[in-house]
């Protein structure tokens, strides 16, 4: 050590705030990079000089001996593997089977298995009704249930006087919630029985409960989030004012609650306990929960470093450690669980593209010009402007 | 810049075969002067800790092609100071955008028990020469090795410290009478 000046026993005398906190928080994310890495095994890492000095020898007998060329070959042929795995330039199938419902910036698309997409006509967006029969769509004013397999066949339709857009089908099929302007209306799938529920609400996309007999989670004007029986308009609980949500998501069985902000992210019990909040950075973020289970995998911005990672976590009392999934730079902007829950689709931005990982592994695929791909220009436009806004892949649909 | 010690090698070792507990090691010995180091180049506490988590999870990430005769902390310190610098330019550049008022220029809030004087002359100087005063005086290196991790010119690097030294020397100074 260097003699100590005066500055520098300032400068060690520094903590800097909640450090040990900090070091805590760190921890379990660096833990998890290192499960998710690929390690090397030690003898492989000690063979590196030995298959350079075999590669060289592969080279020399491909010059001299036809067996030696088949060799090449060979690891042409591997090499040839390794780039199957970037980027795709168009999308040609799904890993998974199910159908996608996918709001790009010029109305709702289909995407099936076999990768075939379809315009689903002039409408702004779109969500599946429960098994899939139909699509609730909304553009402007209107409000209108049509058929996917008869070229987008209007069913039914209603005008409202404000614009009219997140329209959300029950699980039983039975209700449709929207939002007509600030104003949260509920209408019977048939189309018939249109009234409002509340008349001032956030701008929430408001989330039926599975599994449970009409009941809606919402937020409302001064940052609560209220579960209504939507038949008696009873208020079943609501939590404390906060800042205004962007997401709420519940999990399959209807048993957890998932309320995201700007900048925190709570897990609520269905009888609305709170089971734990954890604070996030300002930036992109989102949550799709796992199915079948009540672990959830969140986008995670950190504005220092302009990068997006995945982590698995759980709504349970004990969220665990966080399990580090994926990591990019700029921002994911969707998220969605393939029907069989063995896959989850990523929209990552900033490349224009999707991923698809599996959730359980390392394995991934990635599409890219998915703008293109979905008759929008990056021309002029930011990307984050022209790339799909949502998804939802069917069935039971992803939330 | 000195070769690690038996012990580092040994937790570097274990970390490249997948050993929780020597990545632990290695992790609370380096995490401290990572995070304070972020800290002080950015002035700002929750980005500061997202820098140092960031950086160790780049480390970890390519912790197999890391060469084990080299010692651990330069390389992470590399990467800390140098995302500490973007973070502070980009920072920077959204306030210019915001027009902020010229009182809200720095938060030193959260210093804690950092002098004053210190703090604000801190501050006031541009992050490159904030980047160079912490890595020359709180992680002990010498100027040609700033100059290494750095990629700059040994001269900027001297220059970037004398300036730095006069303006915090003459707060510490001020501070005191």
Redesign the interface.
């Given at each position: 050590?260097?003699s100590e000046?005066?500055?520098?026993r300032?400068?060690?005398?520094?903590?800097?705030?909640?450090?040990i906190d900090?070091?805590r928080?760190?921890?379990p994310?660096?833990?998890a990079?290192?499960?998710a890495?690929e390690?090397?095994?030690?003898p492989r890492?000690n063979l590196r000089p030995l298959f350079a000095v075999a590669v060289a020898v592969v080279i020399l007998a491909a010059a001299v001996s036809p067996p030696g060329r088949a060799l090449v070959g060979s690891v042409r042929d591997a090499v040839g593997t390794e780039k199957k795995m970037k980027a795709r330039p168009a999308l040609t199938s799904l890993p998974a089977p199910g159908v996608l419902l996918v709001n790009a910036s010029n109305g709702p698309w289909l995407v099936r298995a076999d990768g075939s997409t379809r315009r689903l006509g002039p409408w702004s967006e779109g969500s599946w009704s429960p098994q899939a029969k139909y699509v609730v769509v909304t553009r402007n004013h209107q409000l209108a249930a049509i058929d996917p397999n008869a070229m987008g066949a209007i069913r039914w339709t209603l005008s409202r006087s404000a614009t009219v857009h997140d329209a959300r089908w029950a699980p039983d099929g039975f209700r449709v919630a929207y939002l007509n302007g600030r104003e949260l209306r509920v209408v019977a799938g048939d189309g018939t029985g249109d009234g409002v529920l509340r008349a001032r609400v956030g701008t929430t996309p408001p989330a039926w409960r599975p599994t449970a007999d009409h009941e809606l989670a919402f937020s409302t004007l001064d940052g609560r989030i209220e579960l209504v029986q939507t038949d008696s308009a009873e208020t079943l609980w609501r939590t404390l004012p906060r800042e205004p949500a962007t997401q709420l998501v519940w999990s399959e069985d209807g048993e957890r609650l998932l309320v995201l902000s700007e900048t925190s992210l709570r897990a609520f019990t269905a009888d609305g306990r709170k089971l734990w909040e954890i604070g996030l950075?300002v930036g992109p973020s989102g949550v799709a929960f796992v199915r079948k289970s009540h672990r959830f995998v969140m986008i995670r911005f950190?504005?220092?470093?302009g990068?997006s990672?995945l982590v698995l976590l759980q709504a349970e009392a004990n969220r665990g450690e966080p399990r580090?999934l994926y990591?990019a730079p700029g921002d994911f902007g969707t998220l969605a669980m393939s029907p069989n829950g063995m896959w989850l689709l990523v929209g990552w931005v900033k490349a224009d593209q999707w991923l698809f990982l599996r959730v359980e592994g390392v394995k991934a695929k990635a599409v890219s010009n998915i703008v293109e791909q979905f008759g929008g220009s990056t021309a002029g436009v930011p990307l984050e402007k022209a790339f799909p806004k949502s998804l939802s892949w069917c069935c039971p649909a992803s939330p | 810049m000195v070769g690690p010690g038996r012990q580092e090698r040994s937790w570097i070792r274990g970390a490249q075969a997948g050993s929780a507990s020597d990545l632990e090691a290695l992790f609370r010995e380096h995490w401290p002067r990572a995070h304070r180091a972020a800290f002080l180049v950015v002035q700002d506490g929750a980005a500061a800790e997202d820098i140092a988590q960031e950086a160790f999870l780049a480390a970890v990430r390519n912790l197999d092609r890391f060469d084990r005769k080299r010692p651990f902390g330069p390389w992470l310190h590399r990467i800390v100071v140098n995302r500490a610098i973007d973070w502070a330019r980009a920072r920077a550049l959204r306030r210019e955008t915001a027009a902020v008022d010229a009182g809200d220029e720095y938060d030193t809030g959260d210093l804690g028990t950092f002098s004053e004087g210190v703090a604000a002359g801190l501050a006031s100087l541009p992050p490159e020469h904030r980047a160079v005063i912490v890595l020359r005086y709180l992680l002990d290196y010498t100027p040609g090795e700033i100059a290494d991790l750095l990629d700059l010119p040994r001269g900027t690097v001297n220059s970037r410290l004398r300036r730095g030294l006069d303006r915090l020397e003459e707060l510490i100074d001020r501070e005191r009478r």
């Open positions: 050590m260097r000046t005066p500055l520098q300032e400068l060690q005398r520094i903590q800097a705030p909640d450090e900090a070091l928080r760190a921890w994310l660096v833990r990079a290192l499960d890495r390690p090397i095994a030690w890492r950075p950190a504005p220092a470093t990068r990672d580090f990591s | -």
